[in-house]
């Protein structure tokens, strides 16, 4: 079975930093759409940032316009795990996030499968709280 597991949610202050990370297990291929999403109570999902990585190894990030500057999303080339960088945090952070997977075949393809929260595979989530 594939599972996506996140680690590194907790408390922060604001203006502090977090760091997210999410490992993919039981592919038996490279995994080349991860995304993040978060949730807040009341609120709809919302897409964070995702990243494709290219068959050249060259990766390709996009970004809600809420986090843009402030939060970084990378992935280990070798294998199937992502992260995320969240500096300059704000309340308004706070949030269960997701780390979400698929595959594409272009960064095209990633993109809309971001925007419509389109991923086939889901980790359970880990909270931020920011205060």
């Known amino acids: 079975d594939v599972q996506l597991v996140e680690s590194g949610g907790g408390s922060a202050q604001t203006g502090g930093s977090l760091r997210l990370s999410c490992s993919a297990s039981?592919?038996?291929?490279?995994?080349?759409?991860m995304a993040w999403f978060r949730q807040a109570p009341g609120k709809e999902r919302e897409g964070v940032a995702t990243?494709?990585?290219?068959?050249?190894?060259?990766?390709?990030?996009q970004y809600a316009d809420s986090v843009k500057g402030r939060f970084i999303i990378s992935r280990d080339s070798a294998g199937n795990r992502v992260h995320l960088q969240m500096n300059s945090l704000k309340p308004e952070d706070t949030a269960m996030y997701y780390c979400?997977?698929?595959?594409?075949?272009?960064?095209?393809?990633?993109?809309?499968?971001?925007?419509?929260?389109?991923?086939?595979?889901w980790g359970q989530g880990t909270q931020v709280t920011v205060s």
């Open positions: 979400a997977a698929a595959l594409a075949y272009s960064f095209g393809s990633c993109s809309r499968s971001f925007l419509s929260g389109d991923f086939g595979y």
């Open positions: 039981g592919l038996q291929y490279k995994i080349n759409c």
């Open positions: 990243v494709y990585l290219a068959v050249t190894s060259t990766t390709t990030e």
